[in-house]
């Protein structure tokens, strides 16, 4: 190869292509995203396949979780404050796995030190704060899909009710994986702030993931739709009686939650040294 | 126009000054050898140049441009610390992944042709966290390689390699910049293996830059000494240090300096009765540089 020295600056698309082009083969090349695929698969097949199981002991039948497999998917109606575990696990469980996962994937980097590899060529902050966040939503998304895989699958084995509304529910899944996006930048967000714990990084994901931040503040506020604005809000809001109106407000509240920790994320990375 | 070009750089941990206000002039095509002892801001200069670290003050500039202009930052390549790849990931997957950042257009044989040079075309599938550290080291370079560099940054790279390692190494940067045109930055604590190949120097210490030299000027700068032995050496040394005055015993040699011709030394010490078994010519090379000049400033 000739060496000249000519220097074309690589515009943002190119820059951001090359970046999401790592991002992407990483992901699809790496164990990790399929094992957490499979989980987001399994656990729902398992709480459906388990529940109302006899006691070995007395012999008696326990009272079924959900008489019907999309409760498990999405809430009946948006109730913040949780008063039963049926409430609480559904789809939005994608989310603390999708954490613990983000928080592996962007740990690796500082582990190996790949991200020296990164920011040593043209790579801007802001490149990999987004390159991060989109690779991550997505798998997130994948894993809310392969999530309802595993809840069908298991609620045709068992023999559950499938009853809904189509269209609500076909809401309720588009606004949770819309909701990816912005759990995705939460989750890069945190790693960028703990990059040099990966520990930390990782349990910081899980505490917010589990939305018992909002949760507490529901149990002070009440069920009020005011918590829309917050992940776990939007990601509760988007349940079984959901409408093209909860789209727009999980779209709304993803993308400014992204936006806002994204910026931040590029904000600290470019003020502190990277590792 | 010089491929780096630092002023008044500074990076400071814990109001303790890892550089401070460093100058520095990399010319194109250099290999500049920059050496320091540890802790004297060899790293930290080098991660502040690949943007790894946030200074304080100063400015860089990489070939006229400011360093984060991202058209000068795609044709920087830097081995720092380690190769910076996943170690469960193959070779080529690392490399693959390094040649999607840099947008390649033909990533395969852009692979094929980095591997060559590094001499690990076989290892190519091969997990990273099986390879020694001579081939990490070798691959770190390969990924540095990748799109045309036209200035390399390696951080004791030779470190911890054997004998053949070395010389591999050696051959590699040798053969990176006469066919590719490279400007390469190393340190290295070796210095006499850095002696073999590099064309200029920098000496840090404390963070600050004290002396910036081309191999030329070390030749001419490096002190001429004659060295031999004698039957009664501490004899001998009285004598010669009474006429030539910086006479050294080192190794089982007696030095003596700023000598050019040997005749005159042997000459004397024939005159004072004392045989000469074995007489050399020598100058002083970098490493025997590099201490004199740290001991001056000590003393100073």
């Not at chain 1, 008696?60 to 575990?85: E, G």
């Not at chain 2, 070779?91 to 395969?108: E, F, G, I, T």
């Not at chain 2, 006499?192 to 404390?206: P, S, V």
């Not at chain 2, 190794?251 to 030394?265: A, C, K, Q, S």
Request: glycine share 8%; aromatic share 10%.
């Amino acid at each position: 190869m000739t060496h000249e020295l000519r220097f074309e600056s690589p515009s943002f698309v190119k820059r951001l292509k090359g970046m999401l082009g790592v991002d992407f083969y990483r992901l699809f090349h790496t164990p990790m995203y399929y094992i957490f695929l499979a989980i987001a698969a399994i656990i729902p097949a398992m709480i459906l396949g388990t529940m109302g199981m006899e006691n070995p002991q007395t012999g008696v039948a326990a009272a079924p979780l959900y008489t019907n497999v999309w409760h498990i998917i999405a809430a009946q109606k948006p109730l913040y404050v949780v008063s039963d575990i049926a409430e609480y696990a559904n789809m939005n469980m994608v989310f603390i796995f999708g954490g613990i996962m983000v928080s592996i994937f962007i740990g690796h980097d500082y582990k190996s030190g790949y991200v020296k590899q990164l920011f040593t060529t043209h790579a801007k902050k802001i490149d990999y704060m987004l390159s991060k966040t989109l690779a991550c939503a997505f798998a997130m998304a994948c894993m809310c899909i392969t999530y309802m895989l595993g809840a069908v699958s298991a609620g045709l084995l068992t023999g559950i009710s499938f009853e809904v509304n189509v269209g609500s529910l076909l809401c309720a899944l588009l606004g949770k994986i819309i909701m990816s996006l912005g759990w995705a930048s939460l989750y890069t967000f945190l790693n960028i702030i703990f990059r040099r714990y990966f520990g930390v990084s990782i349990a910081s994901s899980f505490f917010f993931g589990t939305g018992i931040l909002i949760i507490g503040a529901a149990a002070i506020l009440g069920n009020s739709s005011v918590l829309n604005i917050f992940l776990y809000g939007s990601s509760v809001y988007a349940c079984l009686t959901s409408n093209l109106l909860t789209v727009a407000v999980c779209a709304l509240v993803s993308v400014a939650w992204a936006v806002i920790y994204t910026l931040g994320g590029t904000l600290i990375l470019s003020k502190c040294d990277v590792y | 126009m010089n491929a780096i070009e630092i002023r008044n750089l500074s990076k400071s941990f814990r109001g303790m000054y890892a550089v401070d206000h460093l100058n520095m002039t990399v010319p194109v095509g250099a290999i500049y050898g920059f050496i320091g002892e540890n802790g004297s801001g060899k790293s930290t200069t080098e991660k502040l140049i690949c943007g790894h670290l946030v200074p304080e003050g100063g400015e860089i500039r990489l070939f006229g441009r400011d360093y984060t202009d991202p058209g000068v930052r795609v044709r920087v390549g830097a081995l720092i610390e380690n190769a910076g790849c996943f170690p469960g990931s193959s070779v080529y997957q690392n490399l693959r992944m390094q040649a999607l950042n840099l947008n390649l257009a033909n990533p395969d044989e852009e692979i094929r042709r980095v591997l060559k040079i590094v001499r690990m075309e076989e290892h190519a599938q091969l997990k990273f966290r099986k390879c020694s550290l001579g081939m990490k080291q070798r691959i770190g370079i390969a990924m540095a390689l990748l799109g045309d560099p036209a200035l390399l940054i390696l951080d004791e790279p030779i470190n911890g390699l054997d004998t053949d390692g070395m010389r591999i190494m050696r051959e590699i940067l040798v053969d990176i910049t006469s066919n590719y045109g490279c400007t390469v930055l190393i340190s290295s604590h070796l210095l006499g293996e850095l002696e073999k190949i590099a064309t200029h120097y920098g000496i840090i210490r404390q963070g600050r830059m004290i002396m910036e030299m081309s191999a030329a000027e070390l030749e001419g700068r490096a002190r001429v000494f004659v060295s031999l032995k004698t039957k009664d050496m501490a004899a001998a040394k009285a004598v010669l240090k009474a006429k030539f005055g910086d006479v050294r015993e080192e190794e089982g040699y007696l030095r003596v300096y700023d000598v050019e011709e040997p005749e005159t030394i042997v000459e004397h010490l024939l005159q004072n009765g004392h045989a000469v078994s074995e007489i050399r010519r020598n100058k002083i090379g970098l490493e025997e540089y590099y201490i004199e000049l740290m001991s001056r400033k000590e003393d100073a």
